[in-house]
């Protein structure tokens, strides 16, 4: 389960979210959201928080490549580490996508 700050932007629904036990005693600021177990395809990211050519390369070539496709919601996720940088943007992430 996934609680956190959410706001739509463009077509996408942009979630800021972690991990939580329960989603029962969430507070009503924040939105709840409950991932079901699937498959998941993890891409690195090195560098800077610029990830449109990333996404577009596991979409358009990656996901082809390993005779994957998309699976259910959400459309992705990114995975911050302890490396990433918040200030500065860079440190890299993953891209974790479901697939079937």
């Known amino acids: 389960m996934v609680a956190g700050t959410a706001a739509a932007r463009g077509t996408y629904f942009y979630l800021a979210g972690v991990e939580v036990a329960d989603l029962v005693d969430l507070d009503s600021s924040f ?7 699937q498959r998941w395809a993890v891409f690195p990211h090195e560098g800077h928080i610029t990830i449109a050519s990333t996404i577009h390369a596991v979409f358009a070539q990656a996901l082809p490549a390993a005779g994957l496709t998309a699976g259910d919601m959400p459309d992705l996720l990114e995975r911050y580490g302890e490396r990433f940088n918040p200030r500065t943007g860079a440190g890299g992430l993953e891209i974790w996508v479901p697939v079937k």
Not at 31 to 37: I, K, N, Q
């Open 31 to 37: 939105t709840g959201m409950r991932l079901p177990a």
